[in-house]
């Protein structure tokens, strides 16, 4: 599974959302028309990327990072991840 299917999910189970992860395309603003996140939604995400991935998130690029489910995949990576 690809890494940005492993986040889809893990942000959806995160949030506890009703909408499949497969219908977020990679490229989907996570804030604003997206899906809407917000201030609390972010570090709920942040807290489950640092549990699953070991890459932590600095809050002043939490925005940027978060962006879309592909700047996440790029920072994990970029963060030398180890999945837990």
Do not use: N
């Not at 809407?36 to 942040?46: Q, R, Y």
């Amino acid at each position: 599974m690809r890494l940005e299917d492993r986040l889809k999910e893990l942000i959806t189970k995160a949030l506890r959302m009703d909408r499949a992860p497969e219908s977020i395309a990679d490229d989907l603003p996570l804030f604003g028309g997206g899906l809407g996140l917000d201030s609390i939604d972010t570090l709920e995400v942040c807290v489950h990327i640092e549990k699953q991935y070991g890459a932590v998130v600095p809050g002043d690029k939490a925005q940027e990072v978060l962006r879309d489910v592909s700047s996440i995949a790029r920072f994990v990576v970029a963060s030398g991840w180890v999945e837990r």
